[in-house]
């Protein structure tokens, strides 16, 4: 279980090092100055290592999402002014994102990987009021962040990025029944989920093969989002990954039409507690 553990935490170095070289890009679709710092060279050489091995798909991917998110995030803490980052990583919104100024962002991560992002990042100044917490999601992680300061009684976005296909089905049915039970009126859930189409898709084989072989299999997906949150007073709005992707001309494929079944998608979902 601990290889398992550092294997999923060593995808957040992938991720910062692929926000790394979006960011030196021409037509970068956000700027990201403390993604280098973040990913080190250990991150740069599982980039190289996964360019290698599947080619850039899965990267523009990430790319797509974090613009997504950022805009998510920033058009929801209008309201909500509680952030949570659920499984953080080395995401450094905290520090580039223009939160309104009584924003609280709560990041939430095993201790091993928050103690690395605190001591990366120590001369650099938080652009929110930061709380990060160390805490393994599988043990009682709500009890930390309601220590923290959380206060379940006003709205909070949440974000689940890059998660849900780590975990088996029961543990995303866990992590979500506890964000409901955490969350006031007015809260937003912001996550992303691979299609279940997706996952059996032939051209998705080898990197498949890579991540399980790196201790870190995606075990995740459905190709109806929604049903997550449905059941418990949540509305949805979800989008096809490809279709900001296209509008960003960060994609691999034109946009599947909506009635065409069982084509590899993977979805972008915004829920709110109605």
Known sequence: MESRREAVADTGLLVAAIRARESIRADRLFTDPFADKLAGEAGHRILDAALATSGDRSTMQIVVRTRFWDDALLDASSSCRQVVLVAAGMDARAYRLSWPADTTVFELDQPAVIAAKNSLLAEDNPRCTRVPIGVDLADDWPSALTAAGFEPAAPA???????????????????????????????????????????????????????????????????????????????????????????????????????????????????TKV
């Open 157 to 271: 976005v949440w974000l689940t990025e890059g998660l849900l296909q780590y975990l088996d089905e029961d543990a995303v049915l866990r992590l979500f029944e506890r964000i409901h039970v955490l969350s006031a009126r007015g809260s937003v859930l912001c996550y992303d989920v691979v299609g279940k189409s997706l996952l059996e898709a032939p051209f998705m084989a080898e990197l498949l093969k890579s991540m399980a072989e790196n201790g870190a299999p995606w075990l995740f997906g459905t190709d109806d989002p929604a049903e997550l949150v449905r059941d418990r007073g949540w509305s949805v709005e979800v989008t096809d990954i490809a279709e900001p992707g296209n509008r960003w001309n960060r994609w691999y494929a034109p946009v599947t039409p909506a009635d065409v079944t069982d084509a590899p998608r993977g979805y972008f979902a915004i829920a």
